[in-house]
Protein backbone atom coordinates (compact mmCIF):
# COMPACT_ATOMS: atom_id res chain seq x y z
CA UNK A 1 0.00 0.00 0.00
CA UNK A 2 1.44 3.28 -0.79
CA UNK A 3 2.53 5.40 2.23
CA UNK A 4 -0.30 7.85 1.31
CA UNK A 5 -3.44 5.51 1.22
CA UNK A 6 -5.45 7.81 -0.27
CA UNK A 7 -3.27 6.91 -2.89
CA UNK A 8 -4.17 3.54 -3.56
CA UNK A 9 -6.00 2.68 -6.52
CA UNK A 10 -8.96 1.10 -4.83
CA UNK A 11 -9.75 4.51 -3.12
CA UNK A 12 -11.23 6.07 -5.52
CA UNK A 13 -13.72 3.33 -6.59
CA UNK A 14 -14.25 2.41 -2.91
CA UNK A 15 -15.30 5.83 -2.22
CA UNK A 16 -17.69 5.72 -5.20
CA UNK A 17 -19.39 3.01 -3.83
CA UNK A 18 -19.93 4.62 0.02
CA UNK A 19 -21.08 7.90 -2.20
CA UNK A 20 -24.05 5.52 -3.95
CA UNK A 21 -24.57 4.06 -0.19
CA UNK A 22 -22.68 3.07 2.77
CA UNK A 23 -21.80 -0.39 3.28
CA UNK A 24 -19.52 -2.81 5.52
CA UNK A 25 -16.34 -3.93 4.02
CA UNK A 26 -17.61 -7.31 3.16
CA UNK A 27 -19.79 -5.75 1.16
CA UNK A 28 -17.80 -3.30 -0.49
CA UNK A 29 -15.34 -6.24 -1.64
CA UNK A 30 -17.89 -7.76 -3.24
CA UNK A 31 -19.21 -5.04 -4.89
CA UNK A 32 -15.45 -3.51 -5.96
CA UNK A 33 -14.89 -7.34 -7.06
CA UNK A 34 -18.38 -7.44 -9.55
CA UNK A 35 -18.01 -3.70 -10.97
CA UNK A 36 -14.18 -3.61 -10.87
CA UNK A 37 -13.10 -7.19 -12.00
CA UNK A 38 -9.77 -5.54 -13.43
CA UNK A 39 -8.66 -4.08 -9.94
CA UNK A 40 -6.81 -5.99 -7.83
CA UNK A 41 -8.41 -6.48 -3.54
CA UNK A 42 -8.92 -8.51 -0.82
CA UNK A 43 -11.74 -8.38 1.53
CA UNK A 44 -8.91 -8.27 4.03
CA UNK A 45 -6.56 -5.38 2.13
CA UNK A 46 -10.18 -3.60 1.41
CA UNK A 47 -11.10 -3.70 5.24
CA UNK A 48 -7.39 -2.27 6.02
CA UNK A 49 -7.89 0.14 3.47
CA UNK A 50 -11.60 1.09 5.35
CA UNK A 51 -9.61 1.36 8.66
CA UNK A 52 -6.84 3.77 6.87
CA UNK A 53 -9.74 6.43 5.80
CA UNK A 54 -11.90 6.53 8.95
CA UNK A 55 -8.69 7.17 10.84
CA UNK A 56 -8.10 9.76 8.22
CA UNK A 57 -11.67 11.01 8.69
CA UNK A 58 -12.54 10.21 5.06
CA UNK A 59 -14.95 7.80 6.23
CA UNK A 60 -16.98 7.26 9.25
CA UNK A 61 -17.46 3.88 10.95
CA UNK A 62 -20.58 3.12 12.65
CA UNK A 63 -21.33 1.15 15.48
CA UNK A 64 -21.04 -2.69 14.58
CA UNK A 65 -24.36 -4.67 13.55
CA UNK A 66 -25.22 -8.14 14.23
CA UNK A 67 -26.99 -8.97 11.40
CA UNK A 68 -28.73 -12.89 11.92
CA UNK A 69 -25.96 -15.80 12.65
CA UNK A 70 -23.22 -13.34 10.96
CA UNK A 71 -20.39 -11.80 12.58
CA UNK A 72 -20.96 -8.09 13.67
CA UNK A 73 -19.76 -5.84 10.81
CA UNK A 74 -18.82 -1.83 10.80
CA UNK A 75 -20.63 -0.13 8.38
CA UNK A 76 -18.61 3.18 6.66
CA UNK A 77 -20.33 5.85 5.17
CA UNK A 78 -18.16 8.74 3.52
CA UNK A 79 -17.88 12.11 5.66
CA UNK A 80 -17.93 15.23 4.19
CA UNK A 81 -14.18 15.40 3.74
CA UNK A 82 -14.28 12.25 2.01
CA UNK A 83 -16.62 13.37 -0.45
CA UNK A 84 -14.38 16.62 -0.93
CA UNK A 85 -10.86 14.15 -1.54
CA UNK A 86 -13.31 11.82 -3.75
CA UNK A 87 -14.87 14.66 -6.03
CA UNK A 88 -11.37 16.50 -6.44
CA UNK A 89 -9.82 12.72 -7.34
CA UNK A 90 -12.77 12.29 -9.71
CA UNK A 91 -11.44 15.73 -11.85
CA UNK A 92 -7.71 14.42 -10.78
CA UNK A 93 -8.65 11.32 -13.32
CA UNK A 94 -10.68 12.94 -15.62
CA UNK A 95 -8.34 15.82 -16.58
CA UNK A 96 -4.70 13.65 -16.10
CA UNK A 97 -5.38 9.91 -16.58
CA UNK A 98 -4.49 8.13 -19.66
CA UNK A 99 -6.46 6.91 -21.91
CA UNK A 100 -8.37 3.81 -22.14
CA UNK A 101 -7.03 3.82 -18.38
CA UNK A 102 -8.71 1.83 -15.48
CA UNK A 103 -7.42 5.33 -13.24
CA UNK A 104 -9.68 7.18 -16.41
CA UNK A 105 -12.12 4.98 -16.51
CA UNK A 106 -12.58 4.51 -13.02
CA UNK A 107 -13.18 8.67 -12.61
CA UNK A 108 -15.55 8.82 -15.82
CA UNK A 109 -17.80 6.19 -14.27
CA UNK A 110 -18.07 8.72 -11.06
CA UNK A 111 -18.31 11.94 -13.30
CA UNK A 112 -22.24 12.43 -11.95
CA UNK A 113 -20.41 13.53 -8.83
CA UNK A 114 -19.09 17.03 -9.82
CA UNK A 115 -21.70 19.74 -10.10
CA UNK A 116 -22.16 19.53 -14.56
CA UNK A 117 -21.04 23.07 -15.40
CA UNK A 118 -17.61 21.34 -13.56
CA UNK A 119 -17.84 18.26 -15.40
CA UNK A 120 -17.79 19.82 -18.66
CA UNK A 121 -15.25 22.07 -18.14
CA UNK A 122 -13.30 19.15 -16.85
CA UNK A 123 -13.83 16.96 -19.76
CA UNK A 124 -13.22 20.19 -22.18
CA UNK A 125 -10.24 20.70 -20.80
CA UNK A 126 -9.29 17.08 -21.22
CA UNK A 127 -9.92 17.32 -24.80
CA UNK A 128 -7.42 20.16 -25.16
CA UNK A 129 -4.92 18.19 -23.17
CA UNK A 130 -5.49 15.34 -25.51
CA UNK A 131 -5.83 17.62 -28.82
CA UNK A 132 -1.56 19.39 -27.83
CA UNK A 133 -0.70 15.69 -27.25
CA UNK A 134 -2.07 14.63 -30.45
CA UNK A 135 -0.09 17.51 -32.41
CA UNK A 136 2.70 16.25 -31.03
CA UNK A 137 2.99 12.99 -31.67
CA UNK A 138 5.74 12.33 -34.60
CA UNK A 139 4.76 12.49 -38.33
CA UNK A 140 5.56 9.43 -40.12
CA UNK A 141 9.73 9.97 -41.25
CA UNK A 142 9.71 9.52 -44.79
CA UNK A 143 11.54 5.94 -45.61
CA UNK A 144 10.23 3.82 -42.80
CA UNK A 145 7.70 0.99 -43.12
CA UNK A 146 4.85 1.30 -41.47
CA UNK A 147 5.55 -1.33 -39.08
CA UNK A 148 8.38 0.70 -37.82
CA UNK A 149 5.72 3.05 -36.59
CA UNK A 150 2.85 1.37 -35.30
CA UNK A 151 2.79 2.44 -32.41
CA UNK A 152 2.56 5.89 -33.07
CA UNK A 153 -0.68 5.36 -35.57
CA UNK A 154 -2.32 3.13 -32.32
CA UNK A 155 -1.89 6.19 -30.15
CA UNK A 156 -3.22 8.31 -32.77
CA UNK A 157 -6.38 6.66 -33.74
CA UNK A 158 -6.71 6.62 -29.71
CA UNK A 159 -6.69 10.14 -28.99
CA UNK A 160 -8.66 11.10 -32.28
CA UNK A 161 -11.36 8.42 -30.68
CA UNK A 162 -11.20 9.51 -27.20
CA UNK A 163 -11.15 13.66 -28.18
CA UNK A 164 -14.48 12.62 -30.66
CA UNK A 165 -15.93 10.96 -28.23
CA UNK A 166 -15.06 13.16 -25.08
CA UNK A 167 -15.98 16.30 -27.42
CA UNK A 168 -19.80 15.23 -27.58
CA UNK A 169 -19.96 13.97 -23.79
CA UNK A 170 -19.01 17.30 -23.05
CA UNK A 171 -21.37 19.25 -25.35
CA UNK A 172 -24.04 16.42 -23.75
CA UNK A 173 -22.93 17.72 -20.32
CA UNK A 174 -23.45 21.30 -20.60
CA UNK A 175 -26.40 21.22 -22.59
CA UNK A 176 -28.30 18.91 -20.10
CA UNK A 177 -29.49 16.72 -22.68
CA UNK A 178 -27.50 13.70 -20.48
CA UNK A 179 -28.99 13.20 -17.24
CA UNK A 180 -27.61 14.02 -14.06
CA UNK A 181 -28.17 12.60 -10.30
CA UNK A 182 -30.88 13.92 -8.48
CA UNK A 183 -31.31 16.80 -11.03
CA UNK A 184 -28.09 18.06 -10.22
CA UNK A 185 -26.91 21.45 -12.10
Known amino acids: MPLDAT ?40 TTLLKSLADAGLVQAGEPERVGRRPARTRYELSPAGLALFRERVKEGLRDGTPASTGFLTALAYLGVLPRAVAAGVLGGRVERLRRELDGLPADPPGLAEIQMIEVAYWREVLRTEIAWLSTLAARVESGDLGWPGGAA
Open 7 to 46: RNGLVLPMLGLLVESPAHAYDVAGRLASRYPQLPGTRSSV
